[in-house]
Structures are given as structure tokens and as C-alpha cells.
């Protein structure tokens, strides 16, 4: 099998991860995957063999620093943010400022607020891709900043919002390097599970075909069956911290039903938080979150917020107006 071998990038120094490098076996499409990795993934949490060894942070840890194991394999318990502070380079007001919040095993969280209320950031930062400036965020009390990145990340599957289109196969756009036992039974049960069976369906050659479309052969895909792939390559990695950033924007309503729909029994066993700006969807969650311009509003059940008739419950209203509020468009006549 051609492949790369470990490629990983330091992205503090700019260089090759340490037991990095690409191996003289690889094909030009995986160096075109490897290149891809170096510029996108660094904001991303794609599951990669040789991940970032650690984006940089205000709070680094020093070379020599203990690192701990963050938790069983089977995932923290609890994953909890102390007073959390993050403010991004070359600015001066915090994107998350004094934020305190716990999400535990077994749950499912919804986390919303407006454009800018520091969803994403406070996702990265939970788990474990950013460090604070100020206060904590621990898995099973263990501070992230002590803790081992590599065994962090193996316990993450994240869908972030700017998903990486790689120009390989499908499966391995799902495998992405980390083939289960089961083989393509595990990859069809994640593209089940991400409603993307349809989309293998129809390609020409199954999971064989190749999705790198500046190639010869290769077959593109519409921004949605894109992001059921990428919503199948978290799901087959089966980690144990489930994290979907806008999971469902490109989808149309009745996939976008058919994902949150099955959202619980996915998250059976595991923690897991959606992003998401359609209110409607946070029915779903045991706990919401509403973030109002880097801090918690408010947190409780979907429909305890609205029965508070606090910040979430005016965007609520607002949403479902503007909804009933698209006209119909007109038939033309040719």
C-alpha cells in the first residue's frame, strides 16, 4: 500500500515532525495530502497519522515538562473549562473570556450562540488544540497543558467547519490512515451512520474511486456529499470525545434529520458536543450552551432556555420568524 509515512509538522518551528518524514514509497497523490496537511490541518483536528506535535500556545509547556496521560482509553469522564481565557495573536479583546463550564461522559452538548461568540475557539480549546491564556482545562483533572497531545488527540474524532477535501479514494478519505479491523465493514457503517451511503452508492467505482479532481479519473463531489464523508471519518474512528463544528451546514433537511436524529445512540458511551446555528437542532442535547461574546449566557436544557426567555429563546424567536419569512419564489414562465 503507498502511503505517507508519519508526515507531521511542527507548526511552532515550521519543520518535519520528529519521526516524520515522507516516504520514498509515497504516490503523487498522497505528497499532494501530505502538502494538503501542512497549510489546512493546522487549525483542524482530522485524524492523521502524525498529528501537530502542538499549534502555538500562550501558555507553552516547557520541553522537558512531565507529561501526563490524560485519561483511559476509553475516554475522560469529565471534561471540565476552570475561568477559561483565550485571546488570539495580534489582538486585544479575548475571544473567550472567565468561561467555566463541565461536560461529562454520556452526554450530548449543544453549544450556540451568535457569529463571533467563540463556539470553535471554545471546541479547540476543550479539546486540548489551543492552550488558555488564563484559567484550566482539564480531562479527569488533568490540566491539558501537562498533558501528552498524542494521546489527547487519539481520543478525539473532530468535524470542524473547514473540512479537508483529500484527493484520495473514498475509503481512504475515510480511513484517512487508520483502517479498523472490520475493514469496509466499519467504513460502510460509518458512511450509514453519516448518511453518506448514497453518496458511495453512486460513484463509479464505490469506495475505490478517487476523489482528487485535478487528477486524471478522479470524481468530485457537491459541498454535502463532502461533508458526509467528513462526518464518516469521524464516526469510523470511534474515539472516545465526539466534537462536530456545524456538522450539517451543507446538508440538505432531510439528511440534516437523519444525522441528529441518530446523534444520541452515536454518543452512546462517549462525550460529545455539536456546534450548530440551527436552534431547532439543540433539541437533541441533554445540556445547551449559549455563548454571548466570549462568555456562558446561559446553560440548561433545551427546554428549560426557553422557558427563562433569556438570550436563547429571543434568537430562537428570531430564527423561526425569519424562517416564515422566506417568500416563495415565483414560477417563470419561458
Given at each position: 500500500m503507498l502511503g505517507v509515512d508519519q508526515f507531521g509538522v511542527d507548526a511552532a518551528h515550521q519543520r518535519v515532525g520528529a519521526g516524520g518524514g515522507v516516504s520514498a514509497r509515497t504516490s503523487p497523490t498522497r505528497l499532494c495530502a501530505a502538502s494538503d496537511f501542512g497549510v489546512k490541518e493546522l487549525t483542524t483536528l482530522d485524524p492523521v497519522p502524525g498529528r501537530l506535535d502542538r499549534l502555538p500556545a500562550h501558555r507553552p509547556r516547557p520541553p522537558d515538562a512531565p507529561r501526563h496521560d490524560p485519561g483511559p482509553a476509553k475516554g475522560p469522564t469529565a471534561i471540565s473549562a476552570r475561568n477559561v481565557t483565550y485571546t488570539y495573536p495580534g489582538t486585544a479583546v479575548p475571544a473567550l473570556a472567565g468561561v467555566d463550564?463541565?461536560?461529562?461522559?454520556?452526554?450530548?452538548?449543544?453549544?450556540?450562540?451568535?457569529?463571533?461568540?467563540?463556539?470553535?475557539?471554545?471546541?479547540?480549546?476543550?479539546?486540548?488544540?489551543?492552550?488558555?491564556?488564563?484559567?484550566?482545562?482539564?480531562?479527569?483533572?488533568?490540566?491539558?497543558?501537562?498533558?501528552?497531545?498524542?494521546?489527547?488527540?487519539k481520543s478525539v474524532a473532530m468535524v470542524p467547519q473547514d473540512y479537508t477535501r483529500w484527493p484520495l479514494t473514498c475509503r481512504e478519505n475515510i480511513t484517512l490512515g487508520m483502517p479498523s479491523d472490520e475493514g469496509d465493514a466499519a467504513v460502510l457503517r460509518a458512511a450509514e451512520e453519516a448518511g453518506a451511503m448514497a453518496v458511495v452508492a453512486h460513484l463509479p467505482d464505490g469506495l475505490d474511486t478517487s476523489l482528487a479532481r485535478s487528477w486524471w479519473g478522479g470524481h468530485d463531489l457537491s459541498g454535502?456529499?463532502?461533508?458526509?464523508?467528513?462526518?464518516?471519518?469521524?464516526?469510523?474512528?470511534?474515539?472516545?470525545?465526539?466534537?462536530?463544528?456545524?456538522?450539517?451546514?451543507?446538508?440538505?433537511?432531510?439528511?440534516?434529520?437523519?444525522?441528529?436524529?441518530?446523534?444520541?445512540?452515536?454518543?452512546?458511551?462517549?462525550?460529545?458536543?455539536?456546534?450548530?446555528?440551527?436552534?431547532?437542532?439543540?433539541?437533541?442535547?441533554?445540556?445547551?450552551?449559549?455563548?454571548?461574546?466570549?462568555?456562558?449566557?446561559?446553560?440548561?436544557?433545551?427546554?428549560?432556555?426557553?422557558?427563562?426567555?433569556?438570550?436563547?429563546?429571543?434568537?430562537?424567536?428570531?430564527?423561526?420568524g425569519a424562517e416564515r419569512d422566506i417568500p416563495t419564489p415565483r414560477t417563470t414562465r419561458i
Open positions: 463550564l463541565e461536560l461529562k461522559r454520556g452526554e450530548v452538548v449543544a453549544l450556540v450562540g451568535e457569529n463571533g461568540s467563540g463556539k470553535t475557539t471554545l471546541a479547540h480549546l476543550l479539546t486540548g488544540l489551543y492552550l488558555p491564556d488564563h484559567g484550566t482545562v482539564e480531562w479527569d483533572q488533568v490540566d491539558l497543558a501537562t498533558a501528552d497531545p498524542q494521546s489527547v488527540w454535502g456529499q463532502w461533508q458526509r464523508i467528513a462526518l464518516a471519518r469521524a464516526f469510523h474512528k470511534d474515539a472516545p470525545v465526539l466534537i462536530l463544528d456545524e456538522p450539517t451546514s451543507a446538508l440538505d433537511a432531510r439528511i440534516e434529520h437523519q444525522v441528529f436524529s441518530r446523534l444520541r445512540e452515536l454518543s452512546a458511551g462517549r462525550t460529545a458536543l455539536f456546534i450548530t446555528h440551527r436552534l431547532a437542532n439543540a433539541r437533541v442535547a441533554d445540556k445547551v450552551i449559549v455563548l454571548e461574546k466570549g462568555a456562558v449566557a446561559e446553560s440548561g436544557t433545551y427546554d428549560e432556555l426557553l422557558r427563562i426567555d433569556g438570550l436563547f429563546a429571543e434568537l430562537h424567536r428570531m430564527q423561526e
